[in-house]
């Protein structure tokens, strides 16, 4: 079956663009997360979704935020691009609730230039 | 709050050797457990999780971990590496939040260089 899927792979913006990434999860996979990992500060929890509501958020400022629709596709925006938004984002898909484990896609690495 | 500690940032190891990279983690709960793999310029893939029951997980690649309470550790094993295991390598630790799911708390990750 298919996997996680992101798009695009790669993106290059500018500093005080925003951006928006997409995010398809395994067909049934009801819960998306979003996670960031940097070089710094390595992979942190950015928000997670489930049946189109978030149920949690991590420690970003607003400037992060994201969706997910009724068939369960997710999206993420960062506005005002900021140079230290560089990083590799990635999603994660699980059924729901229970603590199997995410299966994670291949991420989409923004540069911000 | 939740924490993984990985002491090794980087292993070197030769191929046909055994390795074993090193998570601890704190918690006040009880706990899921879990090990990635990432390969460059890919996403996380998961090797193994510790759920409940038996503290000795096997996973992909011949990969096995051990789960001790006591210790608060979850070791990574691998009786013989193979030059394709070079990849970095994070354990993590899964909370279940207040408002329902979960998150993933990362430890900062081992790079496993296999080299020949």
């Known amino acids: 079956k298919a996997g996680v899927t992101q798009t695009p792979r790669y993106l290059i913006k500018t500093r005080g663009q925003q951006v928006t990434l997409s995010c398809s999860p395994i067909?049934?996979?009801?819960?998306v997360s979003w996670y960031q990992q940097t070089p710094g500060q390595g992979l942190q929890f950015l928000f997670e979704?489930?049946?189109?509501?978030?149920?949690n958020k991590g420690n970003f400022p607003g400037r992060f935020s994201g969706r997910q629709f009724s068939n369960s596709r997710s999206e993420m925006n960062v506005s005002t691009l900021e140079l230290g938004d560089s990083a590799l984002y990635l999603c994660?898909?699980?059924?729901?609730?229970?603590?199997?484990?995410?299966?994670f896609g291949s991420g989409t690495r923004l540069t911000v230039v | 709050a939740q924490s993984v500690t990985q002491l090794d940032s980087q292993v070197p190891v030769f191929e046909e050797a055994p390795v074993e990279l090193r998570c601890n983690y704190s918690?006040?709960?009880?706990?899921?457990l879990f090990w990635y793999v990432q390969y460059p310029n890919q996403g996380l893939q998961l090797l193994l999780k510790?759920?409940?029951?038996?503290?000795l997980v096997k996973g992909i690649n011949g990969f096995e971990a051990e789960f001790n309470k006591s210790q608060t550790s979850f070791h990574l094993r691998k009786p013989s590496v193979h030059i394709s295991d070079t990849a970095e390598y994070f354990c993590?630790?899964?909370?279940?939040?207040?408002?329902?799911?979960?998150?993933?708390?990362f430890g900062t990750g081992t790079q496993l260089k296999v080299e020949l």
């Open positions: 994660a898909s699980s059924r729901s609730t229970e603590n199997y484990g995410y299966t």
């Open positions: 067909s049934g996979h009801r819960s």
């Open positions: 979704y489930f049946s189109e509501t978030q149920r």
């Open positions: 918690s006040s709960v009880s706990v899921y």
């Open positions: 510790y759920l409940s029951g038996s503290t």
């Open positions: 993590a630790v899964s909370k279940i939040l207040t408002g329902g799911g979960n998150k993933l708390t």
